[in-house]
């Protein structure tokens, strides 16, 4: 038929009626909007009231100007540094979108003549030109010509689908809602061999692949560290309130007890600001501000650590989530497996399998050489006889099956002996015949060598070729069929090649005598990644379900994941998207804990198990290179996109796994998790901080002072430790012991019953200590006859080394608080530096903070009463073990 495509008017007419053939992309949030969101965060908020509470105080006199300053920097940090880092990480995964984008280019028929131009330009009705190698621009119905279209971008699966014109099909019905129709083809898939001319029906996101990339787009629910710092916020604004409370009522209390009433209202006025104002301190005191600035000081930092492990974060907040994952959707082609075909495995008619061909290694241990005579023929019968080509350094053209025999070849040093000059003809593959074939001189007779389905070449094979050359009488073709049987439940795709006398006529059929002599069998598969097993089995370890999701055959699928680790017992359910689809949600729900494999998946499938695995509450993560992975990869907790995947799956991820490994994965779950950790361990350090504050805040009028602490010493110990443990504990190194533990529950608690033992007897421990120089006699006398402001700065500087020293107990829950000290230089310096400032504040603080200068003898003591911190919390841990 004539083709000429559209005219300049039609073109314009069409744009206009029926739109561009661009993707729609949701506008990302501008920073000014992050920053803006970020306020939101319930612990910000509770700063924000603390903030407002220390200006109204500084106006009224009762508070220093660098008390509301301090807040609003703790503010401005935590937020601004979560905000700024994560609209980078978009910034930068836009980037590498837009820089494939501007990279696209189609073929068009316009005019009669053939232009290139950019996918986005193309029209419906446009005629595209679709060689081996194109990426569909659009969906459409195929006009003249036939090729093999790669559709793993959709459907998952590495086997291509013929598709071919209608032109002499008129009567030929298809549906093409059904991927495997014959005629029609879907954007974003690739041409893999052949030529055709493709008739565009519709564009941009009315396309199959705009659809999926829409519905990817939707919002998220909020993540597992969200959900506990909720909680948090909560619990300790409940925490200082009733603090602040109790302070102000132990105060009056106290003074009517005491007989120490004023006498006058001024007086009274007087005594309730006082107790107000330690009281508001109190609260903001509660409220460890390092917190939020700690989350987005670790997710900014990881975020770099990952980004040179080839993990790309997009969304910052999915390495937290990574750390929770309790279950892992994955991908099998490109993620489990090497997403490309590879020959692992050649055996003779005898099923002896050869040791290697040329430089290809295929056998480590038994196994047979192979001779010069050998080689040639099998360069001939697979290489020759082959619809690829060796390039430069890459392969080019072909089907998948033939590009991975030349790549074998080519590993093997050996495609410069395919000669195609000496082929006096082609008979290329079609499903009809399951075979192709090339004739060629040798020895002045026409000999033919044939490559195709083992079921269709063995009937004809009489005999085989030895390894050394020599022809044997086939004698085995029942034991051949049980190898080809054990290699197709391997998931192996196999071929036989062979040679005979004949010819290939001009209308390119082969034909021979009928009998032929068999080369060999070859077995090619998408193997599994060389990491993929290990890797696996630590994310089993780390107790993390891992699902593997594929549109492949059961058989194969199983294959792969009884290889691969995921299957381990007969208790592991495999299911097909057929028996799924039987199943009602609470049967799934039921089985959910048992999956391990998923075959002949859809996609709507995928986005239907992360449902049901919500639904009952697990944290989920999903991995995936496809337009029909994206809707799934928005919905889950964490999305894992690979590199090598499409622009869609990769804006629907959280995460872009840029070397598409499975280990990369485990290395994000690891980052996950240390953040994790690092917020527990703060959290230890900080709570009992504020709890020992509040304890000796309210226990000291109790006794008989009523101003233990002041109001500027809380806030610089706040201060100071707040923003520097943050630093600290942000440094704190990823340990593999972390793999070992099972994944921390959506719902948990993020501040645990031990965690809260810990702080609540340490807390406990440094009230005691600090009090005691003030009340209990025999500590009292070892400071000599000195004021009460002397001892109340002595108590001050016993309280902050005493919490200094408790953030090595805060840093791990082993006997041995030292541990991996060594990897965490920053934890030191910070220690270092508290004590430094400490003795700063005391030393020089005078009336301002109300301490003297202490002598050498009292700043022993009080380092020998505050390091006793460290041996009882060693002791607790001995008998809580």
């Not at 000496?422 to 002045?444: C, I, M, Q, T």
């Not at 009937?459 to 054990?486: P, R």
Request: proline share 2%; hydrophobic share 45%; aromatic share 6%.
């Amino acid at each position: 038929m004539s083709l000429m495509g559209l005219s300049s008017a039609e073109i314009e007419e069409r744009r206009a009626k029926y739109g561009s053939n661009s993707l729609t992309q949701l506008e990302r949030d501008s920073l000014l909007k992050k920053i803006f969101q970020g306020f939101k965060d319930p612990m910000i908020m509770i700063l924000l009231v603390a903030l407002i509470i220390q200006g109204v105080l500084y106006f009224m006199g009762q508070a220093e100007w660098f008390e509301p300053v301090g807040i609003m920097v703790a503010i401005l940090i935590a937020n601004g540094v979560a905000s700024v880092s994560e609209y980078n990480q978009e910034g930068k995964a836009v980037t590498l979108r837009n820089d494939e984008a501007a990279k696209d280019i189609t073929k068009v028929l316009r005019d009669g003549e053939l232009w290139e131009i950019p996918v986005s330009d193309v029209v419906a009705g446009d005629i595209v030109f679709l060689q081996a190698g194109d990426r569909l621009p659009t969906d459409g119905l195929l006009v003249e010509g036939s090729v093999h279209i790669d559709q793993s971008v959709l459907n998952g699966e590495t086997e291509e689908i013929l598709k071919c014109s209608v032109e002499d099909a008129e009567n030929d019905t298809y549906d093409i809602d059904d991927l495997l129709n014959p005629h029609y083809a879907y954007r974003g898939t690739v041409v893999c061999s052949g030529e055709a001319y493709l008739e565009t029906n519709v564009v941009g996101d009315k396309t199959l692949f705009g659809q999926l990339a829409l519905e990817a787009q939707s919002t998220s629910r909020r993540t597992p560290l969200q959900v506990k710092l909720d909680k948090l916020a909560h619990h300790i604004s409940a925490f200082g309130y009733i603090g602040a409370i109790a302070i102000v009522l132990g105060i009056l209390i106290k003074t009517f007890v005491t007989g120490e009433t004023p006498d006058n209202l001024w007086g009274w006025v007087r005594l309730i600001i006082d107790a107000v104002t330690v009281a508001v301190t109190v609260i903001v005191c509660a409220v460890p501000e390092g917190l939020p600035m700690l989350t987005s000081m670790l997710l900014s930092v990881q975020s770099l650590k990952m980004e040179k492990d080839n993990v790309l974060v997009k969304k910052i907040n999915g390495i937290e989530t990574s750390g929770s994952l309790s279950i892992l959707f994955s991908d099998k082609t490109g993620t489990i497996t090497e997403g490309k075909l590879s020959v692992v495995d050649i055996a003779l008619g005898d099923l002896v399998h050869l040791k290697h061909i040329g430089n290809l290694e295929l056998k480590s241990n038994e196994g047979t050489e192979a001779s010069g005579e050998y080689i040639n023929k099998f360069i001939k019968a697979a290489g020759l006889n082959n619809s690829a080509h060796a390039g430069a350094d890459s392969v080019i053209g072909g089907n998948s099956t033939d590009r991975s025999i030349i790549k074998a070849l080519m590993d093997a040093g050996l495609t410069d002996a395919i000669n195609r000059d000496e082929a006096l003809g082609f008979k290329y593959f079609n499903s009809r015949d399951k075979y192709s074939a090339v004739a060629v001189n040798e020895d002045d007779k026409c000999i033919c060598y044939l490559k195709g389905a083992p079921e269709v070449m063995l009937e004809k094979c009489h005999q085989y070729l030895g390894a050394d050359g020599t022809i044997h009488q086939l004698n085995s073709v029942n034991e051949i069929q049980k190898y080809i049987d054990n290699q197709a439940a391997r998931s192996m795709r196999l071929l036989a090649v062979a040679y005979g006398a004949g010819h290939v006529s001009e209308h390119g059929e082969a034909e021979n005598d009928g009998s032929l002599t068999l080369i060999g069998i070859i077995s090619i598969r998408d193997n599994l990644r060389s990491e993929a097993i290990g890797a696996i089995r630590e994310v089993q370890n780390a107790g993390v379900q891992v699902v593997m999701i594929t549109g492949d055959k059961r058989e194969t699928a199983v294959a792969i994941a009884k290889e691969s680790g995921l299957i381990h017992s007969e208790d592991d359910v495999v299911l097909t998207s057929g028996e799924m689809k039987k199943m009602s949600d609470d049967e799934l729900k039921n089985i959910l804990p048992q999956l391990r494999v998923v075959a002949r998946a859809l996609p709507t499938d995928k986005s239907r198990l992360v449902n049901i695995a919500q639904e009952l509450d697990m944290v989920v993560g999903m991995t995936g290179d496809g337009v029909n992975d994206a809707p799934a990869l928005k919905k889950a907790e964490v999305g894992f996109a690979m590199g090598s995947g499409t622009e869609v799956a990769k804006e629907a991820g959280d995460i872009t796994i840029l070397d598409d490994n499975f280990r990369s994965i485990v290395k994000a779950i690891l980052y996950g998790r240390s953040i994790f950790k690092s917020i527990r361990k703060f959290l230890i350090f900080q709570l009992t901080v504020n709890v020992a504050a509040v304890l000796v805040c309210f226990l000291g009028p109790m006794l008989g002072e009523n101003i233990v602490l002041t109001v500027i010493q809380l806030l610089l110990i706040n201060l100071a430790m707040d923003t520097l443990a943050a630093i600290a504990y942000g440094s704190e190194p990823a340990l593999q012991e972390y793999m070992l533990e099972k994944p921390v529950a959506r719902q948990e608690n993020i501040v645990t019953k031990k965690m809260l033992t810990q702080v609540i007897i340490n807390a406990l421990v440094i009230t005691v200590i600090c009090l005691s120089i003030l009340f209990f006699e025999p500590v009292r006398t070892l400071f000599g006859d000195v004021t009460v402001t002397y001892l109340k700065s002595a108590l001050f500087a016993t309280f902050m080394m005493a919490i200094t020293f408790n953030g090595f107990n805060a840093r791990t829950d082993h006997i041995n608080v030292f541990e991996h000290l060594g990897r965490n230089n920053t934890f030191l310096l910070v220690s270092f530096a508290i004590f430094a400032m400490q003795w700063v504040f005391v030393e020089f603080g005078g009336e301002v903070l109300s301490v003297e200068p202490l002598s050498l003898q009292t700043w022993l003591i009080c380092a020998f009463m505050a390091i006793l911190v460290i041996p009882v919390d060693v002791i607790r841990r001995i008998i809580t073990r």
